[in-house]
């Protein structure tokens, strides 16, 4: 357990739906990570947060999908329309302000969009 | 940022045999770190490699860093079926995000 929580674990919803993602991070770290991870492939940068502010986007994160850590603390991944190609794991990760780049992920959240 | 690129993709090997894995990458990377993400699982950190020819060792693991910083290598003595898994190299990217390599499946035979 690296201490990075995330909820839920297994989400299924159906093309159009809504769905929204939560990520708690190690309290003492102020950098907060969103990737994707396929099948078969290693995980996908997706947007970044410093305490409570987003400062980096992937162009992987379409107009649907929006991030927010409001107050420094736990962040949340919201994807609006789903869609089938959005099935995904979505990872959080956490890391404090220092000269290392390692990160602590979390247990992801497995998204299928039927 | 520069992907890394890692080989084999897959290794399937007898227990107790030995299992390399390699990380290249076109460009000197200011650091590599090593994940491994069991099945179903998420990524697990490893370790960190910073200095040029760096060696570092955990236990039956053995990691190195290239002189020129361009490739990393991890090397596992006497696989066990406890090592199964996916190893992923990472670097950091230009806004402290890590660059995946698409990892190294490892399976390992009893």
């Known amino acids: 357990d690296t201490g990075v929580s995330q909820d839920p674990r297994h989400k299924i919803t159906k093309r159009g739906q809504n769905v929204t993602f939560r990520c708690d991070p190690i309290s003492e770290h102020n950098r907060l990570y969103w990737y994707r991870q396929t099948l078969g492939q290693g995980p996908e940068f997706l947007t970044y947060?410093?305490?409570?502010?987003?400062?980096?986007k992937s162009r992987l994160l379409s107009d649907r999908f929006s991030a927010e850590r409001p107050k420094g603390s736990f962040s949340t991944l919201e994807i609006q329309r789903t869609e089938q190609g959005d099935s995904a794991m979505y990872l959080c990760?956490?890391?404090?302000?220092?000269?290392?780049?390692?990160?602590?992920f979390g247990p992801g959240t497995r998204l299928t969009v039927l | 940022g520069q992907q890394v690129m890692q080989i084999p993709q897959y290794q399937h090997v007898q227990e107790g045999e030995d299992f390399t894995t390699y990380c290249n990458s076109s460009?000197?990377?200011?650091?590599i770190q090593w994940y491994k993400q069991r099945p179903g699982g998420h990524p697990v950190f490893l370790i960190q490699?910073?200095?040029?020819?760096e060696v570092k060792k955990q236990k039956r693991l053995t990691f190195q860093f290239g002189e020129a910083k361009k490739n990393s290598s991890l090397h596992i003595t006497a696989t066990q079926t406890t090592d199964v898994g996916t190893y992923f190299c990472?670097?950091?990217?230009?806004?402290?995000?890590?660059?995946f390599g698409k990892g190294t499946k490892l399976s390992v035979k009893p």
């Open positions: 460009t000197t990377l200011s650091n």
């Open positions: 947060f410093q305490n409570e502010a987003q400062l980096e």
């Open positions: 990472s670097h950091g990217g230009s806004q402290g995000n890590l660059i």
């Open positions: 490699l910073v200095k040029s020819g």
């Open positions: 990760a956490s890391r404090a302000t220092g000269r290392t780049d390692t990160q602590y």
